[in-house]
């Protein structure tokens, strides 16, 4: 199975190297689900808070791109951002039309910080509370399509 073997890569690799400042894996038992947290450092409005990222993997991980959404728990809170919904799904275009099989977990999470970092406003999307009572628990069955400033959504079968 292609998608075991390259995610044994990554792990291999996270344990051999570590991951980037601010980023941590903080569950990796399986190769269906990982949790990693990201903490944007610097002088930024998310300054001292923390989030965890959880990846799904399906078996044609990295052809397909992984689920990834905000755990939104006891412990964790999605971010107030623009591209941020409540309930932990991310609109972000590298997880969706444009995801390419050499991008990996630590290279999702640290897209991911970089946008937190360059947020000037708190702010949920316009269509936050509509998205959230009808999203599907699977981010990636929502197609996010933008054109030009605004922003249409989706959900999927």
Not at 52 to 80: E, G
Not at 125 to 137: I, S
Request: charged residues 20%.
């Amino acid at each position: 199975m292609a998608s075991s073997r390259r995610l044994k890569k990554e792990l291999l690799d996270i344990n051999k190297e570590g991951t980037p400042v601010g980023i941590e894996l903080l569950k990796a038992d399986d190769f269906s689900t990982w949790i990693l947290s990201v903490e944007v450092l610097g002088d930024t409005i998310y300054a001292g808070e923390k989030f965890a990222l959880m990846f799904r993997f399906d078996s044609q991980y990295p052809i397909s791109a992984p689920a990834v959404q905000f755990v939104v728990d006891d412990t964790y809170q999605a971010p107030v951002h623009p591209h941020v919904y409540s309930n932990g799904h991310i609109c972000a275009s590298i997880l969706g039309n444009e995801w390419s099989p050499v991008l990996s977990v630590v290279s999702v999470c640290v897209t991911i910080q970089s946008m937190l970092a360059s947020c000037k406003k708190k702010e949920r999307p316009p269509d936050n509370d509509r998205y959230v009572a009808r999203a599907p628990d699977n981010p990636k069955k929502t197609r996010w399509d933008f054109h030009g400033m605004y922003l249409t959504v989706m959900m999927l079968g």
